[in-house]
């Protein structure tokens, strides 16, 4: 941990703040922006893009609302930063319905189990079950909570959560 | 809950980035992972003027194995893609044994070998495995590179032996001797939380049974990571058996370790715990050294 830097003294190198350009694809779109290297990754979607699936709980990293996936790994967008993602892709909760009127299989199974009740958790444990499932399609019970130990929710005890992806992984087996 | 505005440079190869941190004469920090660095600027406990960004730095992102059964891995090797290597697990059974205590998988994802090592939390697991795994650590500077033992990196609470302009590029861990069994446990109120107390322990038998050499350090219960040097010279020529582990792991919790109480634990229950897990760490570890022996 570094005490605050004594700015006064620092190097003018390149100013603070200075905005960067950054070309990033989220959800299979193309988006070109110009921002300051401070902004999180996490507000960068919320407030740049207007995807606001993603939520912010406690911005530094504890509790895995803000998981999204970043070159299709889940990561906290919270412990990011937005200039980071040039050149990458990232995926948000808004990518998985393949439309207006259907859910991703995973959003359908936490539906079924009652995986939810306010939601406001939801979306970074949608996020963090996508790849987990991909890797492993037949899950233990131990696996799955182990998967989800990043993913704070203060509603339903987790029960209803684990048995979502039970479900989910069923769906996703039988869908082939 | 945002960080205060820095200048921010993405370095494209070692040399441009220790050039950077050069030029930002001790104001830059190098940005890997950031998975310890990011909240903390975020909480402004950080304001460093300048972020020297090294994940496009390709040169620093490698796990290779080397010579006579040892491994080396980039500062930049992400600690999941470490969990999830076979090399890592052959070679270092006891670092893929501590891996998956790492935070969670959306950190370790993300999270880097030398952004943990550099961030030389004393409760992380990665500076008290790269000690006792006698890993050397190579850094570099504008003047050229120099390695370091591990155990001669730490010097405290986040201080290492990184001068300001150096880079940690590089952690070289040698061959795992034949037979030798090892073991990491740690206590943890949550999985993934910061452990209250853990021991990495190494075991090696010799022809006879006996036990040739032990080492234990502990994480969580100094500025830094503790090697309980007398503990393991007391092992030395004993007979692999409860009792034995018992006296050592008495002498590590009750004399080597300097534990600090906090709201979840008091000083004396980590002592307390740290003794449980040594005597537990040492009788897995011989288990496996006799496994591997017979």
Not at chain 1, 32 to 43: I, K, M
Not at chain 1, 60 to 75: I, K, M, N, S, W
Not at chain 2, 154 to 162: I, P, Q, R, S, W
Not at chain 2, 219 to 241: C, M
Request: proline residues 6%.
């Amino acid at each position: 941990m570094t005490e605050p830097a004594a700015r006064a003294d620092a190097p003018a190198v390149s100013a603070a703040g200075e905005r960067r350009a950054l070309t990033v694809e989220v959800n299979g779109e193309r988006h070109a922006r110009e921002v300051e290297p401070r902004l999180l990754l996490s507000d960068f979607l919320r407030h740049e893009l207007g995807l606001t699936g993603t939520h912010v709980g406690c911005e530094h990293g504890v509790c895995g609302a803000c998981t999204v996936l970043f070159d299709g790994e889940a990561v906290r967008s919270c412990l990011m930063l937005a200039v980071q993602a040039d050149g990458h892709a990232v995926e948000t909760v808004e990518g998985l319905a393949p439309g207006p009127d259907e859910l991703h299989p995973i959003q359908e199974a936490f539906r079924e189990a009652h995986g939810l009740q306010c939601g406001f958790c939801t979306p970074g444990f949608l996020m963090t079950i996508v790849p987990f499932l991909r890797e492993h399609p037949d899950p233990s019970d131990d696996e799955i909570r182990r998967a989800l130990s990043g993913n704070l929710c203060r509603c339903t005890g987790y029960q209803n959560i684990v048995a979502a992806v039970r479900r989910a992984a069923e769906r996703l087996r039988e869908a082939g | 809950m945002k960080p205060a505005p820095f200048a921010y440079h993405a370095a494209r190869s070692v040399e441009e980035a220790v050039g950077l941190l050069a030029e930002h004469g001790g104001e830059a920090k190098v940005l890997a992972g950031g998975q310890s660095l990011i909240p903390v600027m975020s909480f402004r406990l950080a304001q460093p003027a300048a972020l020297v960004d090294v994940n496009g730095v390709g040169e620093l992102d490698f796990v290779a194995e080397t010579a006579g059964g040892g491994l080396s891995i980039g500062a930049l090797a992400r600690l999941g893609g470490l969990e999830r290597d076979p090399r890592v697990a052959e070679r270092a059974p006891l670092l893929a044994a501590a891996l998956p205590h790492v935070a969670h998988p959306q950190i370790r994802n993300r999270g880097t070998a030398g952004g943990s090592l550099a961030h030389a939390d004393p409760a992380a697991e990665l500076p008290c495995l790269a000690v006792a795994l006698d890993a050397r650590l190579r850094l570099v500077g504008p003047a050229g590179e120099r390695t370091v033992a591990a155990r001669d990196f730490f010097h405290g609470l986040f201080a290492t032996a990184l001068a300001p302009d150096e880079l940690l590029a590089e952690i070289e861990l040698p061959p795992r001797p034949a037979g030798e069994g090892w073991s990491f446990l740690e206590v943890a109120r949550r999985h993934g939380d910061y452990a209250q107390v853990g021991v990495a322990a190494r075991l090696a038998l010799d022809g006879g049974g006996r036990i040739a050499s032990a080492r234990l350090v502990y994480l969580s219960v100094g500025d830094a990571p503790i090697v309980a040097e007398r503990a393991a010279a007391a092992l030395a020529g004993e007979t692999p058996e409860d009792a034995v582990f018992e006296a050592a792991a008495a002498v590590a919790a009750d004399e080597e370790i300097e534990p600090s109480g906090d709201i979840h634990a008091s000083a004396d229950f980590k002592r307390h715990l740290a003794r449980v897990l040594t005597r537990r760490a040492l009788a897995e570890a011989a288990a496996r050294a006799g496994a591997e022996a017979a």
